[in-house]
T-cell receptor, first 109, second 119 residues
């Protein structure tokens, strides 16, 4: 079965501190993994995907197949990063996104 | 241009009532998805359309849930005889092409959701 686990419901950091949002997955085969973000009063939107290997708003995520992880990182948190973050896996078994439960990131000034 | 829109944004229903939730995808988008998001959880897949064809309805939790997209654009998710456990945010998403065109995931664009509360 495909499953995405985000172990932290809430992560609270100070502005300028490093951020790591954890994501682990279970999947048979080669997964495609994503991070989605939902800012306050806004809709869910794609932040980044592992195949593009790009940095978006200073965030990066590396797929570690050995540890089945796809943690989201940013070296220096900003207040505008405060949001709900969802890790998601693209399932080839049914053409659907499988989401984790989400982590609230709060960046304090 | 306009994104995915959903209506109503909020719906309160008494247990046992039928409800209909509407989704207007981005114009020209072939694929349409419905997700259910319970409080404190991530979105969970309900069903998927490619144009007017419902290709996957494996996520619909019971036969009280029914979705249609008769002309390949607007979609309606209908819930009959609502129960308290149906209370959730229902999200609609659309993507330009079929989900895995050319081996690449096609980004899904999400609507604002409809928050359903069943009393």
């Amino acid at each position: 079965a495909q499953r995405v686990t985000q172990p932290e419901k809430l992560l609270s950091v100070f502005k300028g501190a490093p951020v790591e949002l954890k994501c682990n997955y279970s999947y048979s085969g080669s997964p495609e993994l994503f991070w989605y973000v939902q800012y306050s009063r806004q809709r869910l939107q794609l932040l980044l995907r592992h195949i593009s290997r790009e940095s978006i708003k200073g965030f990066t995520a590396d797929l570690n197949k050995g540890e089945t992880s796809f943690h989201l990182k940013k070296p220096f948190a900003q207040e505008e990063d405060s949001a709900m973050y969802y890790c998601a896996l693209w399932s080839l078994y049914g053409n659907k996104l499988v989401f984790g439960a989400g982590t609230i990131l709060r960046v304090k000034s | 241009g306009a994104g995915v829109s959903q209506s109503p944004r909020y719906k309160v229903a008494k247990r046992g009532q039928d409800v209909a939730l509407r989704c207007d995808p981005i114009s020209g988008h072939v694929s349409l998805f419905w997700y259910q998001q319970a409080l404190g959880q991530g979105p969970e897949f309900l069903t998927y359309f490619q144009n007017e064809a419902q290709l996957d309805k494996s996520g619909l939790p019971s036969d009280r849930f029914f979705a249609e997209r008769p002309e390949g654009s607007v979609s309606t998710l209908k819930i009959q005889r609502t129960q308290q456990e149906d209370s959730a945010v229902y999200l609609c998403a659309s993507s330009l092409n079929s989900p895995k065109t050319g081996g690449t995931y096609n980004e899904q664009f999400f609507g604002p959701g409809t928050r359903l509360t069943v009393l």
